[in-house]
């Protein structure tokens, strides 16, 4: 299977979307008619530094993932990969589609001269957190959360 990883254009934002919704825990909260508020959560990304890849084949989005480009205190205020919304549609997944949006991510990261990439994944997914660790990713901090009103 050939998979194109490439920056998300404004066409690919509802189906994006979907992907994520597919494999979300929570979905409600989303709305792929919305393309307007995504496409500006793209910009602000971009303006960043940082950067929405999609994963596409036979024409169709099947993987996203984003990359905020953060700058640390520590290390001298060195710049710092986050990776965030990881998703690859289900009928794709195993087939190096989720491994090659994380190599874009990574030679991103790289680009804009970060000393270190991270990403965090909920503790219900085991099978993801095999695939990151197999992709070189180390559990070495647990993250928290809290939501605000």
């Not at 508020?37 to 993932?65: H, P, Q």
């Not at 905020?68 to 205020?77: C, E, K, N, P």
């Amino acid at each position: 299977m050939a998979v194109l990883i490439r920056a998300i254009e404004l066409g690919d934002v509802g189906d994006a979307v979907r992907v994520a919704m597919a494999s979300m825990t929570s979905p409600q909260f989303e709305d792929p008619e919305n393309v307007a508020a995504y496409w500006a959560a793209v910009e602000r990304t971009r303006g960043a530094g940082g950067e929405v890849f999609v994963a596409v084949s036979d024409g169709e989005v099947v993987g996203l993932c984003q990359v905020m480009i953060l700058a640390h205190f520590q290390r001298t205020g060195g710049w710092c990969g986050e990776v965030e919304t990881v998703h690859v549609r289900a009928d794709q997944r195993g087939r190096g589609v989720g491994a090659a949006l994380l190599v874009a991510a990574e030679a991103l990261a790289r680009e804009r001269g970060c000393y270190r990439i991270q990403l965090t994944s909920n503790l219900v997914r085991p099978d993801a957190h095999r695939f990151y660790e197999r992709q070189g990713y180390v559990p070495s901090h647990q993250g928290f959360k809290k939501y605000l009103a």
